[in-house]
């Protein structure tokens, strides 16, 4: 086990899975059957960091409408079959995800954090064969809030000090994520954070610790050297 580091708690959507896309696909054609138009520029500035349900909340309370909870619960349902229907088989990993994820598991437990829906996850780690790796998913719906609430953070990293069977330190844990939101989440569950440039700058990660372009660019001794 590395000298530091204790665990890596990773973001799943926009950090591992280049699904960002697929999903701002799935919320327009979902939308655009209720007559609302989500622009990519609004997905990105202002709703990437929710969960499903929170997405469409926000976009009911921005554009004023009157929409129960049984009927975002129906649009999340709905958005969810259409992203499973461009989930097709193929490379929906950004480039050295996979070979960082198995340095990081070869070294320190690892869990997923996110905001995604679990079956969403779970199809995606399985097919590229990473599923063995995570102890730990947290998604959308195991905490009664999501990011940027820390709760998804500290039930991943809760989960993983009991797999371990001893305390962890939080300030040798690390979390990766991609957006204000996650890094948000993360400091407030008192972990360390990087931040990853595949959906924003690195002038919008401030709160990271540590800036990269992409696991590919991210080795187990630069988090080593974060968390000493």
Same mark, same amino acid.
């Given at each position: 086990?590395?000298?530091?580091?204790?665990?890596?708690?990773? +973001?799943?959507?926009?950090?591992?899975? +280049?699904?960002?896309?697929?999903? &701002?696909?799935?919320?327009? %054609?979902?939308?655009?059957?209720?007559?609302?138009?989500?622009?990519?520029?609004?997905?990105?500035? $202002?709703? &990437?960091?929710?969960?499903?349900?929170?997405?469409?909340?926000?976009?009911? /309370?921005?554009?004023?409408?009157?929409?129960? +909870?049984?009927?975002?619960?129906? &649009?999340? *349902? $709905?958005? =969810?079959?259409?992203?499973?229907?461009?989930?097709?088989?193929?490379?929906?990993?950004?480039?050295?995800?996979?070979?960082?994820?198995?340095?990081?598991?070869?070294?320190?437990?690892?869990?997923?954090?996110?905001?995604?829906?679990?079956?969403?996850?779970?199809?995606?780690?399985?097919?590229?064969?990473?599923?063995?790796?995570? /102890?730990?998913?947290?998604?959308?719906?195991?905490?009664?809030?999501?990011?940027?609430?820390?709760?998804?953070? #500290?039930?991943?990293?809760?989960? #993983? %000090?009991?797999?371990?069977? /001893?305390?962890?330190?939080?300030? $040798? @844990?690390? *979390?990766?994520?991609? !957006?204000?939101?996650? &890094?948000? !989440?993360? /400091?407030?569950?008192?972990? $360390? @954070?990087? =931040?990853?440039?595949?959906?924003? =700058?690195?002038?919008?990660?401030? @709160?990271?610790? #540590?800036?990269? +372009?992409?696991?590919?660019?991210?080795?187990?001794?630069?988090?080593?050297?974060?968390?000493?």
């Amino acid at each position: 086990m590395s000298s530091a580091l204790q665990a890596v708690i990773f +973001d799943f959507d926009g950090v591992i899975a +280049d699904s960002e896309p697929l999903h &701002l696909k799935a919320f327009q %054609q979902a939308l655009a059957e209720e007559g609302v138009v989500l622009e990519r520029e609004d997905y990105f500035s $202002r709703y &990437l960091g929710y969960d499903d349900v929170g997405v469409f909340a926000a976009v009911a /309370r921005d554009r004023a409408l009157a929409w129960t +909870d049984r009927h975002v619960t129906a &649009l999340v *349902a $709905r958005k =969810g079959t259409k992203l499973q229907s461009m989930l097709e088989a193929g490379e929906v990993l950004f480039p050295g995800a996979a070979a960082f994820i198995r340095a990081a598991a070869a070294e320190v437990p690892i869990a997923i954090a996110s905001g995604a829906l679990r079956h969403e996850i779970v199809q995606i780690v399985e097919s590229t064969g990473l599923d063995a790796l995570f /102890r730990v998913i947290v998604a959308a719906g195991d905490t009664p809030e999501g990011k940027p609430s820390p709760a998804p953070y #500290l039930l991943a990293f809760e989960q #993983l %000090q009991q797999l371990a069977g /001893r305390p962890l330190d939080r300030r $040798r @844990c690390v *979390a990766i994520e991609d !957006s204000m939101w996650g &890094l948000e !989440s993360a /400091r407030g569950a008192g972990l $360390r @954070c990087v =931040g990853v440039t595949t959906s924003y =700058g690195a002038a919008e990660l401030t @709160c990271a610790e #540590l800036v990269v +372009d992409g696991l590919r660019t991210l080795t187990i001794p630069m988090l080593d050297e974060l968390v000493k």
